[in-house]
């Protein structure tokens, strides 16, 4: 631990973050030439894995296929490459595509970090950053174990913050309550014959479902879909239609209306809809950069989770295993929110819905999303950062570049993966963050000349 502010640099760059996109910074970093040793990541964990692979549950699956999940945005084989290599995994395999498990991934991205010149120069601090300054036109970064660590150029990376409770709901903390399922350490617990309510019906429901049916779960499991819909499954689409055209000028409104027309009446389930959505997807982020904030944030909270389920899908295996259960009538969804959530006898739970019904559960698992990113809102809060509108997402431009509160872009503070979704677009997906990876090395390598490091 160091006490003192240092004099000279700890690095050129900071990269603070653990998981994926750290690690996607890291290797595109230094493939376009700056050194390993110039760089320090800070975050806990082994670096790449993070919330999205960091996973222990063996069912839980990529949601996309093989050829989609790209570290090199230009190498569609790469990762299908080297998993054909190195991974012996039968059940992969789909007529949808391969869809090889989360943790697969984190393999190939710690096969990848270790693939970098000069791979022992890696330097990497296991501790939180709290807070973040500017002196003398470089950054000091405080961690939560009292150090600091001084750099020019500072990358957020600090992607999924762990999930909450929604709003207003606060049970306490027990075993049988799953705050965070990302993991899937807890599904172990739960024994055979319980019931399990599952809140939320997004991709983290679909995958607390299948960890549920891969270790024979017998007893009912209640899920509480907001829309009381689950996502489709991916299907076997082909070579994307050319690339939709999107108008120039667009508001809110004339959006999502652009997307209702493209779409048509087609079947979410039919892969001539996913291969429309995918010629719909890959120009959308030039035109919602362009919306006014306030149609961004209303759209994103109107239609964000239509979006996310279109977009994202689920993998085909998950998708069985809910099909099973539905048909066996063992997985009842209901059409609701949660309410409240309270003691009840014999170490169960009250789970109020907010249709008026009660439930009482052995095992109650959050799948309600992200929760709300301490560092990012300590810089809001402190005025260094401008957030968009009244929420708490930072303002970051096209090359990546944070925002100030007085509206200018910061030469020196970048930030990418999903905090940079509301300011950008479509940017949640592995492959779009390994675009932003290699965006940030051009801008940050090239043309620059970096000071000492100690
Ligand atoms: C459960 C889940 C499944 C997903 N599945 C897929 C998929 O199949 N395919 C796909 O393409 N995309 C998937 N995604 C999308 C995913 O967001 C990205 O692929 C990617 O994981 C984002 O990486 P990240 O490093 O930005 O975020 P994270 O994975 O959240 O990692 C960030 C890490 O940084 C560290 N950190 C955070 N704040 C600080 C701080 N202040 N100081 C120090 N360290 C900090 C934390 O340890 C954290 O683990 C999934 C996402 C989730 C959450």
Known sequence: MKDEVPSAMDASAIIIGSGYSAAAALVHLTHAGLPLRQILVIGPGELGTGQAYGCTA????????VTGQRLWPDQPEHFADWATEHIQDPDAHTPAGSFYRRSDFAQYITAQLALIPDAKAFRQI????????????????????????????????????????????????????????????????????????????????????????????????????????????QVDWGVPEPAHDWPTGLRGSDFSREIRQYLGTRSWHHRDCQQRFEALRVNVNPPWQMLPPKDRVRLQRRLGWLWSLIRFRANPQTVASVKAMKASGQLKIIKTHLHGLTKADSGRWLVKLSNGEELTTHVVVNCTGMGRDKLIDTMIAAGQIAPIETTRQPWINSELRVVASDGQPYDTLFCIGPATGLALGDVLGATSIAHQAAQLAKTLVTNTSFKRVR
């Not at 063996?58 to 996309?64: A, G, H, Q, V």
């Not at 009292?146 to 600090?158: P, S, W």
């Open 58 to 65: 063996k069912s839980y699956r990529l949601n996309i296929r």
């Open 126 to 233: 296991n501790a939180w950053a709290t807070n973040i300054t500017g002196e003398d036109n470089d950054w000091l970064v405080a961690c939560d174990d009292g150090a600091q660590y001084r750099a020019e150029r500072l990358v957020l990376a600090t992607g999924n913050p762990d999930p909450e409770w929604p709003t207003g709901i606060k049970p306490g903390r027990a075993p049988s309550l799953v705050r965070a399922p990302w993991r899937g350490d807890w599904v172990t617990q739960v024994k055979s014959k319980m019931h399990v309510c599952v809140v939320g019906a997004g991709l983290t429901a679909m995958d607390a479902l299948h960890a549920l049916g891969m270790q024979q779960h017998q007893g009912p499991i209640s899920l509480l879909a907001p829309h009381g819909i689950l996502p489709p499954s």
